[in-house]
């Protein structure tokens, strides 16, 4: 996918844990985690908005455009 989360690098620069962002955020630890770990194939705006708010960041700063090279 040429869509890659950098939510992990977000959150430790930020030195936060999973369980309380996901507290700050109001959705689940398994929901947060598979964010983190790229096992998602779409996030809603209200969630990244959150996301967003709590961080203190921006949207580019959790995702990222690679372009995918069999093009």
Not at 31 to 49: C, D, E, P, Q, V
Request: with cysteine; hydrophobic share 45%.
């Amino acid at each position: 996918m040429a869509i890659i989360l950098r939510l992990d690098r977000v959150m430790a620069d930020r030195k936060i844990s999973l369980n309380e962002l996901a507290e700050k955020v109001g959705i689940a630890n398994v929901n947060l985690s598979n964010i983190k770990t790229g096992k998602i194939s779409a996030i809603r705006f209200s969630t990244l908005n959150a996301i967003c708010d709590v961080l203190d960041c921006q949207p580019g700063d959790i995702l990222e455009f690679r372009r995918d090279e069999q093009r």
